[in-house]
């Protein structure tokens, strides 16, 4: 199946999924609420795995953004989301994770008038193997100081995605040290 044909899970305004669109029908200026993820990956010194969306993206192409974000297929818990589009997008084996922000949710609306509109449990996680970007996912990675992106978050939020300058400070407000969240 092509990625612009997976399917993306409609959700009404209590989050129940209510149908199914293909990914390159959902985002426009009008998009309706549907099923997303955000994942953080941590390392064992805390650094996060920070990504550059490819140029060629529909949405916020070329923003710096969290590690990896995605669509749960129908049916599809988060962390096996997560799983599938860390391999995908940048060779990476998923190891442990674990739901933070369950509720988070958020609209935002980029300058060519695209919207998004996603309720996005967010995860924390750890991860295996060597990084082999997909160029047509992700343009440059970087791991940075967990503090370091608070700060970015907090001072230039406009730096990066929408979601991500949401995400960062209720990240940051559960616990200094997200990563502490995985049980071992």
């Known amino acids: 199946m092509h990625p612009d ?34 994942c953080y990956v941590f390392d064992g010194s805390g650094a996060v795995l920070m990504t550059r969306r490819a140029t060629s993206k529909k949405t916020w192409p070329g923003v710096w953004t969290n590690t990896c974000c995605g669509h749960p297929l129908p049916g599809e818990a ?33 300058p060519d008038g695209l919207v998004e509109n996603e309720f996005c449990p967010v995860l924390v996680a750890t991860v295996d193997g060597e990084l082999r970007p997909d160029p047509s996912e992700v343009l440059e990675y970087r791991w940075a100081s967990w503090p370091d992106v608070v700060t970015l978050a907090e001072i230039a939020p406009w730096a ?7 995400q960062i400070p209720q990240l940051s407000a559960l616990t200094p040290h997200p990563w502490s969240l995985l049980t071992p």
Do not use: N
């Not at 959700?11 to 200026?29: E, I, M, N």
């Open 78 to 110: 988060s962390a096996d989301a997560a799983a599938r589009r860390l391999a995908e997008e940048l060779g990476l084996r998923l190891v442990r994770s674990a739901v933070v922000l369950p509720d988070f949710s958020y609209r935002a609306v980029a």
């Open 160 to 166: 990066i995605s929408p979601w991500s300058a949401l």
């Open 5 to 38: 044909d997976a399917p993306v899970v409609l959700l009404d305004a209590d989050h129940r999924p209510v149908g199914q669109l293909p990914k390159s029908q959902v985002h426009h200026a009008a998009t309706p609420l549907h099923l997303a993820f955000s």
